[in-house]
């Protein structure tokens, strides 16, 4: 393999012209338009750097009553969930002692009814 040349290149010094086209005037005129456009473009971006924080701000506004509203919510329903909860165990309640009410009501009746019967029979044999 051949040895590798170096990359490196001589630099040309470059020489100042005596008829330059660009005077200090000009460049004056083009630093201040540079000058100018920067400054406005700083304005820009500030405006929009103001705008974004309002942005934000409101956007984080919105999410805490979002987060608010849906605490609440939760609450609501948790409330809600307790209340139901509530009325049906006292319905189950109610239901059971009417239930056991109705069936000592039946076996009483049941009872009763026997012993009508029975009297019934020995009436019919004693006729």
């Known amino acids: 393999?051949?040895?590798k040349k170096d990359g490196k290149k001589k630099k040309k010094k470059k020489v100042a012209k005596t008829g330059d086209a660009t005077t200090v005037e000009e460049k004056y005129d083009q630093t201040l338009k540079k000058i100018d456009s920067l400054q406005s473009e700083l304005v820009l971006r500030t405006e929009i750097a103001r705008r974004s924080k309002a942005t934000s701000s409101d956007l984080r506004l919105r999410i805490k009553e979002v987060n608010e509203l849906s605490e609440e919510e939760k609450?609501?329903?948790y409330d809600i969930s307790?209340?139901?909860?509530r009325?049906?165990?006292s319905m189950q309640l109610d239901l059971t002692s009417k239930i056991k009410s109705l069936e000592n009501n039946n076996a009483s009746l049941s009872e009763r009814l026997n012993i009508v019967n029975n009297e019934l029979k020995n009436e019919r044999k004693n006729k």
């Open 1 to 3: 393999m051949p040895p």
């Open 75 to 77: 609450q609501n329903k």
């Open 82 to 85: 307790t209340d139901l909860i």
């Open 87 to 89: 009325q049906y165990k």
